[in-house]
């Protein structure tokens, strides 16, 4: 079992910056991918970053590659997703989820988080 929890969420201009918080938790959760989403109302979920707990491997959905970068930190056992450069179509609720593939495909995630508000305005 793998428990997941979000933070950092919030209300943000145009051109700020957020860092999101994911604490994990479980027997083997350093061994999954860990990867964040996001769903806006009335879209789909879609993939936005994943890494590979403990190797460093990364992969990002075009849009956000050289705004957002996916970290991760060991010792506290927790993802981070920087976001910098925020625009207004980043705006949606972003989740953090954990998987055993390298995959961008949200059915491929087996725990999720409860997911965070991110608003950014214009």
């Known amino acids: 079992q793998v428990q997941l929890v979000e933070s950092g969420g919030g209300l943000v201009q145009a051109g700020g910056s957020l860092r999101l918080s994911c604490a994990a938790s479980?027997?083997?959760?350093?061994?999954?991918?860990m990867g964040w989403f996001r769903q806006a109302p009335g879209k789909e979920r879609e993939f936005v970053a994943r890494?590979?707990?403990?190797?460093?491997?990364?992969d990002y959905l075009d849009s956000v590659k050289g705004r957002f970068t996916i970290s991760v930190d060991n010792a506290k056992s927790t993802v981070y997703l920087q976001m910098n450069s925020l625009k207004p179509e980043d705006t949606a609720v972003y989740y953090c989820a954990a998987g055993q593939y390298w995959s961008a495909e949200p059915v491929k995630y087996i725990y999720w988080g409860q997911g965070t508000q991110v608003t950014v305005s214009s």
């Open positions: 890494i590979v707990w403990g190797v460093g491997n990364t």
């Open positions: 479980g027997r083997t959760f350093n061994t999954y991918v």
